[in-house]
């Protein structure tokens, strides 16, 4: 990891840290350039604000790709579910105790509750792009996405509210696979 990428994971650490203490309105960039012994504008160049500290997801372009490289002879929606289960594969696992909290923390205040779409339309978008330069028609890639990121929202936050032992990635595979039963029960292959 190279020491920009080193200082923004730091600047993550510490901003979670004290939203989850103090509480993300209390919260300052003040506070968090502090705690990770960085100046505001180090904080800026890493951040354009505060809220980007915890919705920063440098993934989106890889899962729109690995949608995209799912056989073109599928429908838009399992080739969506399959992109989506690959990309969370090759995610690393993450610590399920600071993900949780991350999680409830965004679930729990309302102005970044609201953010959680506005970054899913950002993902959205890139995987529709993705499915229409193949040839799916716009609206079958817009359906197909919107639905399997609503499911796999739905899945994250009911994971953070409600523990069940279930690991995170344990979860979202298990949201994809409920979505997988439930194309092919519309498509009557039950």
Not at 10 to 31: I, K, N, P, S
Not at 62 to 80: D, K, S
Not at 129 to 141: D, F, K, P
Not at 144 to 165: I, N, Y
Request: proline letters at 4%.
């Amino acid at each position: 990891m190279g020491k920009a990428a080193a200082t923004k994971a730091l600047l993550q650490e510490r901003a979670m840290a004290l939203f989850v203490r103090q509480g993300f309105d209390e919260t300052t960039v003040a506070q968090i350039a502090e705690a990770a012994g960085v100046s505001q504008m180090t904080f800026f160049r890493h951040f354009p604000t505060k809220d980007a500290v915890v919705f920063d997801d440098p993934y989106d372009p890889a899962i729109a790709a690995i949608v995209a490289a799912q056989p073109l002879g599928l429908p838009a929606m399992e080739r969506v579910r399959l992109g989506l289960l690959a990309a969370w594969g090759a995610v690393p696992e993450t610590g399920d105790k600071a993900t949780r909290e991350k999680i409830r923390l965004v679930a729990g205040h309302p102005r970044l509750a609201a953010c959680i779409r506005e970054n899913n339309r950002r993902t959205e978008d890139l995987i529709v792009e993705a499915l229409t330069g193949t040839g799916t028609v716009r609206l079958e890639a817009r359906v197909a996405a919107g639905a399997c990121l609503g499911g796999l929202t739905a899945a994250l936050l009911d994971w953070a509210v409600e523990p069940d032992g279930q690991e995170l990635g344990e979860r979202m595979r298990a949201a994809l696979a409920v979505m997988g039963e439930s194309d092919s029960a519309a498509r009557g292959e039950r």
